[in-house]
C-alpha cells in the first residue's frame, strides 16, 4: 500500500513509518500538520492516509478536519484517524460519507498486527473502529434509532462488524457458530432495511446506517 501518515508526535510518526516500510508498504508522505497532510495527499494520491485528530498549531481538531477535506475530494481513499481521546462526532461524521473509514484509539496501536490488519481493511474499502468507540457509541442509541429493533445478540453482531470483524472471528468471539452468525448478520440487514446489492459493501453500510441514525439525535 502507499500510505501517507500525518501525526505531530515525531516518534509516533517515524515508529509508524518504520513499521509500515518493514511490512513491505511505501510510506509516500509523513508531516506533523494538517495544511502539509492535504499537500501530500495531492502529490502522492495514496492508498490510504494514517492521521491524528488533534494536531497544530491548535491541537483541537486539525486533522480531523483534514480527513474530511480528504473524503470530499478523493472518496477512494482509505482513512485512519487516530486519536488518544474517544471524539464521536467526526467519526460519525466520516463513517457517513463513505467506505474506507477507520477509527482507533492511539493504544490500539501498540498492537501491532490488529493494527496493519485495520490499516488494510481500510485500504480496501472496510471498516475498522475502535471497540471502545463502537461501544460508546452504541449507548447513545435512541428508540427511534433504527438499532433500537435489534435484539441484544444482534446489536453485538454489528459492533464487531463495525471493528470489522470477519463472520469467523464473531462466531469465535461469541461463542457461536457461524451460521448463526450468519443468520443474525441476515436479521441486522432486514431490520436496517440493507438490501442484496453487487456493488456495494453490506457489511459498511449497516454500520453507516446505525451511525447516520445516530448523527441526526445529535445536536
Not at 23 to 34: E, I, L, N, S, T
Not at 85 to 103: D, K, W
Request: contains cysteine; glycine residues 6%.
Amino acid at each position: 500500500m502507499r500510505i501517507v501518515i500525518a501525526e505531530d508526535a515525531a516518534l509516533l510518526r517515524e515508529g509508524l513509518a518504520g513499521l509500515l516500510t518493514d511490512r513491505g508498504h511505501a510510506v509516500v508522505g509523513r508531516c506533523g500538520d494538517a495544511e502539509t497532510l492535504l499537500a501530500l495527499v495531492a502529490e502522492h494520491d495514496p492508498d490510504v492516509v494514517v492521521t491524528d485528530i488533534r494536531m497544530p498549531p491548535d491541537y483541537s481538531d486539525e486533522g480531523a478536519r483534514a480527513a474530511v477535506e480528504i473524503r470530499r475530494k478523493y472518496p477512494r481513499i482509505g482513512i485512519l484517524v487516530l486519536s488518544q481521546h474517544i471524539e464521536t462526532r467526526f467519526a460519525i461524521q466520516l463513517v457517513t460519507s463513505g467506505e474506507g473509514f477507520g477509527y482507533l484509539l492511539k493504544d490500539r496501536v501498540l498492537d501491532v498486527d490488529e493494527f496493519l490488519d485495520a490499516l488494510a481493511r481500510v485500504a480496501h474499502g472496510g471498516s475498522a473502529l475502535d471497540p471502545t468507540v463502537v461501544a460508546t457509541l452504541l449507548r447513545q442509541a435512541t428508540a427511534t434509532n433504527p438499532v433500537a429493533t435489534l435484539t441484544e445478540r444482534e446489536r453485538s453482531v454489528l459492533e464487531l462488524m463495525a471493528q470489522g470483524r470477519s463472520n469467523a472471528a464473531i462466531a469465535r468471539q461469541l461463542w457461536l457458530t457461524e451460521r448463526t452468525v450468519e443468520t443474525h448478520i441476515g436479521s441486522v440487514f432486514s431490520k436496517l432495511g440493507i438490501p442484496v446489492s453487487a456493488e456495494d459493501n453490506r457489511r459498511v453500510r449497516a454500520v453507516v446506517t446505525y451511525l447516520d441514525a445516530i448523527r441526526a439525535t445529535m445536536p
